[in-house]
């Protein structure tokens, strides 16, 4: 008797670990993605910052997954489903794939499609502009190693080129980094970036002061951290200004154009602006059936999805209900416990029993803010400061892929904790910015300052 197919789309959190634990049961497993490799993307943020190299914190998926034999690695892009036949349409590039679908038989298929007895659609989430797409390229987000090479780009080249045009003409445009969101990853870059002006290049720069850089976190809501208790949220806050970010909430950003950020009627000049304010789902999932607004799948209980109780989504992608009838959040935990309930659940049904219904297990959240400052909240345990960062340091060392990438990790921050140093501060691709420098004249004009 053949053995059951498992295909697995992703190769997040939550895909790596539901192939990691149905690997161990008598299956033939796929696990197909567009990258080669396993990003952790909770320290995206520091590669961003140039406190860390992508190597770091990525691993080729097929090393994470070589022990299981049964286990198949596709880098691949999935183009659609057929859900009646159980089959998954894959392609080298879906668009690429359509334009060339009458390629010769004896070359590898644009188009080709994988069988499955089980599919496990792990594809996460994107940026959400909230329908002003435009913006994205004046304020790029940070979900893939390519977005956090491009932010450490334009934040380092910012001083390069505030340095040249101080040399070339006495003054320069104001350095605003200016970034838009106070979720986690907003507040982690704000706080960082801060830091990095008033601590790392506050030296090596002549013709100008780096720590007169102003880092501005603009959140439409009440406070930061609006998903965590109240007093956390202020302790964010507060340990934010004390690193010198600007905190803005209650503000909403009403455009965004190169070298200014539209608050309401008023422009703020921003060098470079950094988008931390949406999240939408990845677009297969509108593929597959019933979404929620932000376009994840409705999911039954035990995450499958409406008619095709072999199709499971997980993960960020899946939109299902906890105990107080909110939608689980996006989150590492939750995509891994969730890949380990599928495979369970696979599990039971080829030995003949009934499924079981998913339930998420909170074992707390915690967010950075910079050095020595954090926030965590464990349900009745809440803790703010230096103690919390040690915890959040702790428990990202423990989740990272890889001995080597613990040990270098660690020994990073060690060396950053007592020099205040980035060893990753390379300025790769070209060398220009949207809209800065917009010239000291027109500095002088609009906002009355250049040092």
């Known amino acids: 008797m053949a053995k059951p197919r498992v295909v697995i789309i992703g190769g997040g959190f ?118 002003h797409e435009e913006w994205e390229a004046v304020a790029p987000g940070l979900k893939t190693i390519e977005d956090a090479l491009e932010i450490r780009r334009r934040v380092l080249l910012a001083f390069e080129l505030a340095e040249r045009q101080a040399i070339a003409t006495g003054a320069h445009d104001p350095l605003n980094f200016v970034v838009i969101g106070g979720g986690p990853t907003g507040v982690e870059l ?138 689980l959040p996006g989150l590492a ?8 309930a599928v495979a369970r659940t696979i599990d039971r049904e080829m030995r003949g029993l009934g499924r079981e219904p998913f339930h998420y297990h909170d074992h707390g959240t915690m967010s950075t803010i910079g050095r020595a400052a954090a926030v965590a909240d464990f349900g009745k345990f809440k803790v703010s400061g230096f103690v919390a960062w040690v915890l959040w340091l702790l428990v990202h060392i423990m989740f990272l892929i890889g001995f080597r990438n613990r040990l270098l990790v660690m020994l990073d921050w060690f060396w950053a904790y007592l020099t205040y140093q980035r060893s990753a501060r390379l300025i790769t691709g070209n060398t220009t910015l949207p809209g800065f420098p917009r010239g000291v004249r027109a500095a002088d004009k609009e906002s009355g300052t250049a040092a």
């Open 333 to 340: 935990p939750v995509a891994m416990q969730q890949g380990r």
């Open 14 to 131: 939550g895909g790596l670990t539901a192939a990691a634990a149905v690997a161990q049961h008598p299956v033939t497993v796929t696990v197909i993605d567009r990258k080669n490799h396993h990003t952790f993307q909770p320290l995206l943020y520091q590669v961003a910052t140039a406190g860390l190299s992508p190597g770091e914190i990525a691993a080729p998926i097929r090393a994470v997954l070589s022990r299981y034999k049964n286990v198949s690695v596709l880098m691949a892009e999935v183009c659609g489903f057929d859900l009646a036949n159980r089959r998954v349409k894959v392609g080298a590039g879906c668009k690429q794939a359509s334009q060339t679908s009458n390629a010769a038989s004896d070359e590898t298929p644009a188009n080709f499609e994988i069988d499955y007895d089980y599919l496990i659609v792990a594809a996460g989430a994107t940026h959400s502009y909230f329908g």
């Open 190 to 327: 704000a706080g960082t970036l801060a830091e990095v002006a008033n601590r790392t290049l506050a030296m090596d720069f002549r013709a100008i002061n780096p720590r007169q850089t102003r880092v501005i976190l603009v959140e439409g809501m009440a406070r930061v951290l609006p998903t965590y208790p109240e007093d956390l949220s202020r302790s964010a806050q507060e340990q934010l200004q004390h690193l010198g970010v600007e905190v803005r909430t209650s503000t909403r950003v009403t455009g965004v154009t190169p070298g200014a950020v539209m608050l309401g009627d008023t422009a703020l000049p921003s060098a470079v602006t950094l988008w931390a304010a949406g999240v939408a789902a990845s677009p297969l999932g509108r593929m597959l059936g019933n979404t929620d607004k932000a376009g994840r799948v409705l999911v039954e209980p035990d995450l499958s999805i409406g008619g095709h109780p072999e199709v499971f989504v997980i993960g960020d992608l899946a939109s299902l209900a906890g105990k107080e009838g909110k939608p």
